[in-house]
């Protein structure tokens, strides 16, 4: 099992930018984001995936988010601008092995074999 540790999050106001990082303990050819609000369920944000690091985002994040991936330290950022209160969350850094299963998409969770604790993300208007 790989292991995740992320940090970064913290309370920002609307409009406001955060960081959040990733460290893993191996590399993995499927590195993403997720997030949860409270009464919610989880849901992907980002994902970098592949030979050559494509990325993908939430439509609900497009223009805002963008991730990328360090392999020589095996970490993976998510890079929030122009954050807005529906942002609020806890974050997760998941990772996966291996090729995308048949009706498996990489904002799901089943995409994903490992799971960090979480940081906090919170904005407030």
């Known amino acids: 099992q790989v292991q995740l540790v992320e940090s970064g999050g913290g309370s920002v106001q609307a409009g406001g930018s955060l960081t959040l990082s990733c460290a893993a303990s191996?590399?993995?050819?499927?590195m993403g984001w997720f997030r949860q609000a409270p009464g919610e369920e989880r849901e992907g944000v980002a994902c970098?995936?592949?030979?050559?690091?494509?990325?993908y985002l939430a439509e609900s994040v497009k223009g805002r988010f963008t991730i990328s991936r360090d392999r020589t330290r095996n970490m993976v950022f998510l890079h929030m601008n122009s954050l807005k209160p529906e942002d609020t969350g806890m974050y997760y850094c998941a990772t996966g092995s291996g090729a995308l299963r048949y009706g498996v998409s990489w904002y799901t969770a089943p995409a994903y074999n490992s799971w960090g604790q979480g940081t906090q993300v919170t904005v407030s208007s």
């Open positions: 970098t995936y592949g030979a050559n690091d494509a990325t």
């Open positions: 191996m590399y993995t050819v499927r």
